[in-house]
């Protein structure tokens, strides 16, 4: 076992017993994180930040629910989406999408030149994208969820999740070659 995981693993030991210390710790650590995560979906400085409170008053409320299958910060970063998902679809301002199911079409070669593209942009990109294609990607891209964690987790079809992804990702596309575009010409 290697050595953070040992001292985690003590940490929640402590949390367990309602050791504030702990929990403060386990809060430092992760607090950042899991901020970030809510605010991809959320979109709003002070409903992430309340949601992630949240998130932490639920993990040590069920701390004895977890299983150790998947890290402690894996099992709290999917507490987190999970309720954003649930913010998001209170605030009514996340609507799926019925999709039908198109094809599969052979990708377009495009003649972009990415150079001058960097992590902002494409997360600036990413915002601008509608809720149902900007949360998909958060999921998939950032998260690193894979189609089928995407499928439980929306509770999509697994056809749904890869039409999404793909219509999401030619979008994202778009939206990135504006913005080359006006690079470029800048």
């Known amino acids: 076992m290697k050595t953070p995981d040992l001292h985690i693993n003590q940490l929640l030991k402590r949390c367990q017993k309602n050791d504030s210390s702990a929990q403060m710790e386990i809060y430092k650590l992760y607090y950042k994180a899991m901020y970030n995560s809510a605010f991809r979906i959320l979109r709003d400085e002070f409903e992430a930040e309340d949601l992630m409170q949240e998130a932490f008053l639920t993990a040590f409320t069920k701390l004895n629910s977890f299983k150790g299958e998947v890290t402690f910060g894996a099992w709290l970063k999917r507490i987190v989406i999970n309720k954003?998902?649930?913010?998001?679809k209170k605030n009514n301002r996340y609507q799926e999408v019925k999709l039908?199911?198109?094809?599969?079409?052979?990708?377009?070669?495009?003649?972009l030149n990415y150079d001058n593209l960097n992590i902002k942009h494409v997360l600036s990109a990413i915002q601008k994208l509608k809720d149902n294609y900007r949360v998909i990607l958060t999921l998939n891209l950032i998260e690193g969820y894979d189609n089928e964690e995407i499928m439980q987790i929306l509770n999509y079809s697994n056809e749904n999740v890869r039409t999404t992804i793909s219509r999401a990702k030619k979008k994202l596309k778009e939206v990135l070659s504006k913005d080359i575009n006006r690079i470029n010409v800048v």
Request: hydrophobic share 25%; charged share 25%; net charge negative.
């Open 84 to 88: 954003s998902l649930t913010q998001l």
């Open 100 to 111: 039908e199911v198109i094809p599969n079409q052979p990708e377009e070669n495009d003649n």
